[in-house]
Nanobody, 125 residues
Framework: VQLQASGGGSVQAGGSLRVSCVAS????????VGWFRQPTGKDREFVALIRWSGGTTNYADSVKGRFTVSRDNARNTVSLQMNGLIPEDTGVYYC???????????????????WGQGTQVTVSS
């Protein structure tokens, strides 16, 4: 499985951006896709996730009510719509996928099998 992230950019606080992740290869193996972000000089942190089949979602508390993760299985695409952006949302955003179901901490980046290349999101005050 290969993941290609796109979107992102620069916006003022209160604005919106959308990042997308296109999966290719053995996408039938994907169980779940997560979004993580890494602010400069900080550790990578969980943002949101979505089940590849069924569409169950979960969000970090810091983005609940502002971000929405969705998927389009026909296009093998997972998107993250980000509204009400604040400067603390600044960072490199990564999509990642877990290959098959297994019991692990989906909020930790250590269990993910595949990663996209990351895309920069910058929010200015």
């Amino acid at each position: 499985v290969q993941l290609q992230a796109s979107g992102g950019g620069s916006v003022q606080a209160g604005g919106s951006l959308r990042v997308s992740c296109v999966a290719s290869g053995r996408t039938d193996n994907i169980y779940l896709v997560g979004w993580f972000r890494q602010p400069t000089g900080k550790d990578r942190e969980f943002v949101a996730l979505i089940r590849w089949s069924g569409g169950t979602t979960n969000y970090a508390d810091s983005v609940k009510g502002r971000f929405t993760v969705s998927r389009d299985n026909a296009r093998n695409t997972v998107s993250l719509q980000m509204n009400g952006l604040i400067p603390e949302d600044t960072g490199v955003y990564y999509c990642a996928a877990i290959r098959r179901f297994r019991p692990l901490n989906y909020y930790s980046d250590s269990g993910y099998d595949y990663w996209g290349q990351g895309t920069q999101v910058t929010v200015s005050s």
